[in-house]
């Protein structure tokens, strides 16, 4: 392991993290949980379709996942995007304010959620013994092969047309959106490849988006991401950048997740950020999730304090996980134990 200097000043993510006793909980799979409360996504939008539909059951799903411990809670702006909006016959206009909504909506969840705190009216005992729990409201933004909707977010394959202006081009308008929207940070999500993160990084220094970000990589083998370069390499271009306060996994079989803490430990000091899928495998091909050998729902949070032992600080869930996964992992990093009957994801 090389030798690495520390920030002569802390990160707002340091200083978050402090607030929140050293590790912070993230939240989970959002999807999922539209489905659950009633919500049709099956739609080029997915859950980014129910901030024009039902709004409400948006609100929903964050003040499930903050009764059940998160510090960080995502907007469902994952595969928000004006290009795609505007497909579906809104104006630019009316798809720039719902991109602004959906930071509002998570905004007036973490003031729900606090007014409720106060009153009492709900037992936070496992959610932690403050009642003014830290809460960062992060702006999600997918990769362009989310928007696509194609299966290239899980390949990272965009084809030799697209490069690093078009990429940056893709973005642009978003993140300057999302930037002033009142999001605490922005997060980059699912980054299948090291052309979309350098995009990134050069969106971050451009005029107008002065917000900070944490980049979370995907990964299928626990060496690479899906376009085939080495985690090492596409953390190296987010550890470059000053914005970048956190560098992390996400969208990626709990298995693997050890391994590549390992690798980002080797090349950053900045936290480090995990919230693997629930284990499943999604096949694009046929828009399903196929369960994968080995893995266990009581597996994955076994592993959080191993994930902790290695150099991570954050912990959620992504695809297929739920208000259960990410209460039991609030649990283990409180000391307790979670109940086994409880890991229902």
Known sequence: ??????????????????????????????????????????????????????????????????????????TASYQATIQGFVAKGLSVGEAEDLLRRSVEITCEAREIFYNRCIKGSWDFSHAGKASRRPVLVAASVGSYGAYLADGSEYSGMYGDYVSKETLKNFHRRRVQILAISGANIIAFETIPNKLEAEAYVDLLGEEGIDIPAWFSFTSKDGVTVPHGESIIECAKVADSCKKVVAIGINCTAPRYIHDLVTSLRKVTRKPIIVYPNSGEVYDGLNKKWIKSEGESEEGFVSYVSRWRDEGASMFGGCCRTTPNTIRAIAKVLSGESPEPSKLKF
């Open 1 to 74: 392991m090389g030798s690495f200097v520390k920030e002569e000043t802390p990160s707002m993510m340091t200083e978050f993290l402090e607030k929140c006793g050293g590790y912070a909980v993230v939240d989970g799979g959002f999807a999922t949980e539209l489905e659950r409360h009633g919500a049709d996504i099956n739609d080029p939008l997915w859950s980014a379709k129910c901030l024009i539909t039902s709004p409400h059951l948006v609100t929903k799903v964050h003040l499930d996942y903050l009764e059940s411990g998160a510090n960080i809670i995502l």
